[in-house]
């Protein structure tokens, strides 16, 4: 899931493209997501708002379409963040997932939610190994990480099926109703990306498609 951390100074990055694997597609988020970003956030409500301080009972058109619009006007210039949406063959919207500048100079981190309608399909894996990729073919970036407080073991679960390593476990507020304070977080580095298991994963799932 997204979390947030004491703010360091940020870089900006090339919007990477972003490949497909298997049944999953990854796009950058459009103007038009802004009615699917609502349905997704209001189905998903108890599944979210545990862990996103943002999730809120009353989120409305108005957000979901300021947030779809302040990313879209980054299109084609260089960015703190990147948001982008999961699709199936049949172009359904399954979520939200991000990288985002926030850990210093050449590292980015991966945050994500699926909607809960479309859970337990392999969507977070398949998408974080998509992200990861992408995000260790952008100039000067070496590192990834996922964070997530510890008590959403869902999240852990990604991480470490891709083969990320946890590097250390910090102290912090809770910014939600789940949290208890401790956030876990997760390197995977360039130089281990080849022979991991979200590389092979992606290997894998492009095997199948062609």
């Known amino acids: 899931m997204m979390s947030s951390q004491d703010c360091k100074e940020e870089f900006q990055f090339g919007?990477?493209?972003?490949?497909?694997?298997?049944?999953?597609?990854?796009?950058?988020?459009?103007?038009?997501?802004?009615?699917?970003?609502?349905?997704?956030?209001?189905?998903?409500?108890?599944?979210?708002?545990p862990w996103m301080p943002w999730a809120v009972t009353d989120y409305t058109q108005d957000m979901a379409e300021e947030?779809?619009?302040?990313?879209?006007?980054?299109?084609?210039?260089?960015v703190s963040e990147a948001i982008y949406v999961p699709c199936d063959a049949e172009h359904v919207f399954l979520g939200c997932f991000g990288l985002h500048a926030r850990l210093g100079q050449g590292a980015l981190e991966i945050g994500?939610?699926?909607?809960?309608?479309?859970?337990?399909?392999?969507?977070a894996t398949l998408a974080a190994a998509l992200l990861t990729e992408a995000a260790l073919s952008i100039p000067g970036v070496s590192r990834v990480e996922i964070h997530h407080d510890e008590a959403n073991t869902?999240?852990?679960?990604?991480?470490?099926?891709?083969?990320?390593?946890?590097?250390?476990?910090?102290?912090?507020?809770?910014?939600?109703?789940?949290?208890?304070?401790?956030?876990?977080?997760?390197?995977?580095?360039?130089?281990?990306?080849?022979?991991?298991?979200?590389?092979?994963?992606?290997a894998e799932a492009r095997g199948q498609a062609g």
């Open 15 to 49: 919007v990477p493209e972003m490949q497909g694997a298997g049944w999953l597609r990854c796009r950058l988020i459009e103007a038009s997501d802004a009615p699917w970003l609502l349905e997704a956030v209001t189905a998903s409500q108890a599944h979210l708002q």
């Open 67 to 78: 947030f779809v619009t302040a990313q879209v006007q980054r299109d084609g210039k260089l």
């Open 112 to 123: 994500y939610w699926v909607d809960v309608r479309h859970t337990r399909r392999g969507v």
């Open 154 to 202: 869902l999240s852990a679960g990604v991480p470490q099926r891709l083969g990320y390593s946890l590097g250390c476990s910090v102290q912090r507020e809770p910014e939600a109703p789940g949290e208890i304070g401790v956030e876990c977080q997760w390197r995977m580095r360039g130089q281990d990306w080849p022979s991991s298991a979200g590389a092979q994963l992606l």
